[in-house]
């Protein structure tokens, strides 16, 4: 095989395929080539013999190989999610030269590979090179019965990866059951109790009232604390948690986890009192 000037062994697999193993460098001809092509991210051509002397012609523009910079993984956003995954989830990444052109984009979320939805330049250096941002899907977990956590990492051409360890959870989704009290000041700062299921202890955990999302006081699986935002006087909203940073929330299913908002003087009316004196 030669990619460019430079010269590889090749191990036939049948007829119609080789396998070639691609040199560590490009030689200082494909180097000045690929400097006036703007960057390393230049395409060789790649062409094999039977007799190491007599190449063959590229018939057209897949027959190219592309030469990189290595890319690092910086951040993976959101950082958790469902164990049946199907969420989007997005790398940054960063390159010191350019973006190989018509190349394709890969997430790995532990073993599992899956290709990107899309990838879109988000920075720029003129000295140090430029970020990207890949989108992908999660996977579902590969933890079975339990809540797990990967690494994520991010590929070019979907065989070399990123080795930078960064992480994404797995996180069974959060159960609400009931709240108390039902209802507080429509000018909200009620410390809410929400009781449920699979309530987990993170800088993750938020609440939702409605569309109005804060964070949340974890207490325990079954418990976490809420504070009640400002909200339409009279209004009645759902209360949902969620464990993976707002990107999933428990079902707004239970009609005991509706709040109402009240106004001053009528949340509460005492029409007794027992014993009547003490």
Same mark, same amino acid.
């Given at each position: 095989?030669?990619?460019?000037?430079? &010269?590889?062994?090749?191990?036939?697999?049948?007829?119609?395929?080789?396998?070639?193993?691609?040199?560590?460098?490009?030689?200082?001809?494909?180097?000045?080539?690929?400097?006036?092509?703007? #960057?390393?991210? $230049?395409?060789?051509?790649?062409?094999?013999?039977?007799?190491?002397?007599? !190449?063959?012609?590229?018939?057209?523009?897949?027959?190219?190989?592309?030469?990189?910079?290595?890319? /690092?993984?910086?951040? +993976?956003?959101?950082?958790?999610?469902?164990?049946?995954?199907?969420?989007?989830?997005?790398?940054?990444?960063?390159?010191?030269?350019?973006?190989?052109?018509?190349?394709?984009?890969?997430?790995?979320?532990?073993?599992?590979? +899956?290709?990107?939805?899309?990838?879109?330049?988000?920075?720029?250096?003129?000295?140090?090179? $430029?970020?990207? $941002?890949?989108?992908?899907?999660?996977?579902?977990?590969?933890?079975? #019965?339990?809540?797990? %956590?990967?690494?994520?990492?991010? %590929?070019?051409?979907?065989?070399?990866?990123?080795?930078?360890?960064?992480? !994404?959870?797995?996180?069974?989704?959060?159960?609400?059951?009931?709240?108390?009290?039902? &209802?507080?000041?429509?000018?909200?700062?009620?410390?809410?109790?929400?009781?449920?299921?699979? !309530?987990?202890?993170?800088?993750?955990?938020?609440?939702?009232?409605?569309?109005?999302? %804060?964070?949340?006081?974890? +207490?325990? /699986?079954?418990?976490?604390?809420?504070?009640?935002? $400002?909200?339409?006087?009279?209004?009645?909203?759902?209360?949902?948690?969620?464990?993976?940073?707002?990107?999933?929330?428990?079902?707004?299913?239970?009609?005991?986890?509706?709040?109402?908002?009240?106004?001053?003087?009528?949340?509460?009316?005492?029409?007794?009192?027992?014993?009547?004196?003490?």
């Amino acid at each position: 095989c030669r990619f460019g000037w430079s &010269s590889t062994k090749a191990v036939v697999l049948n007829t119609t395929t080789v396998l070639c193993l691609s040199p560590e460098s490009v030689t200082p001809k494909d180097q000045a080539f690929a400097l006036i092509q703007d #960057g390393l991210s $230049a395409p060789v051509l790649l062409s094999v013999a039977n007799n190491g002397v007599d !190449f063959s012609v590229a018939l057209n523009e897949t027959s190219t190989f592309t030469f990189v910079q290595p890319m /690092r993984t910086l951040s +993976v956003v959101p950082s958790s999610g469902p164990p049946e995954g199907n969420i989007n989830v997005t790398l940054t990444l960063w390159f010191s030269g350019t973006l190989p052109q018509g190349g394709s984009f890969f997430c790995r979320f532990g073993t599992l590979v +899956v290709p990107s939805k899309g990838v879109f330049q988000v920075a720029h250096d003129e000295d140090s090179g $430029a970020s990207y $941002a890949v989108t992908c899907v999660a996977p579902p977990s590969q933890v079975v #019965g339990e809540d797990g %956590s990967v690494t994520v990492e991010a %590929s070019s051409n979907g065989v070399q990866f990123t080795s930078d360890a960064k992480e !994404f959870r797995f996180v069974s989704r959060a159960v609400v059951v009931g709240i108390t009290p039902k &209802s507080g000041l429509y000018t909200g700062g009620v410390s809410v109790q929400v009781q449920g299921a699979n !309530f987990v202890k993170s800088n993750h955990l938020r609440c939702r009232f409605q569309t109005i999302v %804060s964070t949340a006081l974890w +207490v325990n /699986r079954t418990a976490v604390i809420c504070t009640s935002p $400002a909200l339409p006087l009279g209004g009645v909203v759902h209360v949902s948690i969620s464990n993976d940073g707002g990107t999933t929330f428990s079902s707004n299913d239970s009609l005991n986890a509706q709040f109402s908002a009240v106004g001053f003087g009528s949340s509460i009316d005492v029409v007794s009192a027992t014993p009547a004196s003490g």
